[in-house]
C-alpha cells in the first residue's frame, strides 16, 4: 500500500515531519537568543553595589543564674554571685489549681500512661537525675557566699517587662479553715514580701530581708499601707517527717506572726517542679529568698541568702514605688 493511495495517512505524514522539524527549528532559535542575552550582559560594565549593612543585634545579657551553684550537675569550686540583670520568673500568668501536686487524671488516662513507652523512658530520666543528686550538696554551697545564689537589683524591674510569680498550693495556719488553698488568691490586688524558705537557717536568713530588728523601714511601710500591701511567707518542706514536726510547733509560729497573718503562712508539700526553682531562682533549698510581687504577680524585685545594706535599702525604696503604683492604679 503506497501513501499516494492513502492520502489520509500521507497527510498525517506530512503533519508529523512538519511538527518535528518546526520543534527543532525554534529550539535552536531559542538556544541563539539565550546565547546573545548573556553575550551582551557579559559585555555590559558591572554595575557597582554597596554592600547593605547588617541589622544591628541586640544584646542579651547572660543570666545572672546561669553559672549559680546547684544541687545537680557539676559541682563548683568557686562561686561570686551577681546582681540580677534582668527578670526572672514564670511567663505565663498564675491560676489557681496549678502546680497542686495532685493527680488528676481518670482511670484510663492512668492506664494509657501506664502502657505508654515513651512517658516510661522520660520518668525514669527524671528519676535518675533525682537519684543522683548530692544529697548534701545544698548544704556544701553554703560555702559560697553564705548560699547567695544571686545579688538583688538597685531598682525594681518595669511592670511591662516583669514575669511572674507561680501559683502554690499549701495548708495555712488558719485555726477555722485547714485546707490546703492556692496562693495566687491571697497575691491578687496587693504589694506582697514574699519569703520562701525549707528549714531554720533559710529563714533566718530571709528574716535579714523582713523582720523588724534587721529592717525597720520595711516593716514601717507595711505597716502604714495594710490596704495596698503585705507579708507572704511560703515553708516548702517536701520530707513527710519534717512537715510533721510543722505541725507540731505550729501554735509557736500562730504566736510569732500574729492572728491577722495566719492566711498568709502557707506550708507547701508538693508541687515545687524543677522548672519553677529554675524559672524564679530558687536553686538551693537550703537558702531563704525573698521576692517583692505586685497586684498581677509579677516578681518585681528578689533577693537571696543574707541580706545586704543596699538590699534592704533597695527593697524599701521598690516597696514604696509599688504602693505608690498600686494606689494610683486603685484611685483611677
Known sequence: MSFARSPRLLCLFCQSRTFHTSYRVLAEQRTAKIA?????????PAESKTPSAPAPTKAIPPSPLEDAPRAYGKRLEEFTPK?????IGMHLPPQPGENTGIDFRTLKQR????VDYEKHLRRREELKSKMSRPYFRDWGNLSFHKGKTFIAPPRPFKGDLALFFPNLYGQTVLKSDR???DTTPVLQGKISVVSIFSSLWAENQAKTFVSKESNPELEATLEQNKDVAQQVWINIEENTMKAWLIKMFISGIRKRIGEPNWGRYFVVRKGVSDEIRESIGLLNSSV???????GECRIRWAGSGPSEVH???????ATRRLVEEQKSTKGS
Open 311 to 317: 538590699e534592704r535599702e533597695g527593697l524599701v525604696k
Open 83 to 87: 546582681p540580677l540583670s534582668r527578670p
Open 36 to 44: 546573545a542575552s548573556a553575550k551582551a550582559a557579559s559585555n555590559q
Open 111 to 114: 492506664r494509657d500512661d501506664f
Open 179 to 181: 485546707l490546703p488553698r
Open 288 to 294: 531563704g529568698y525573698t521576692y517583692l510581687v505586685d
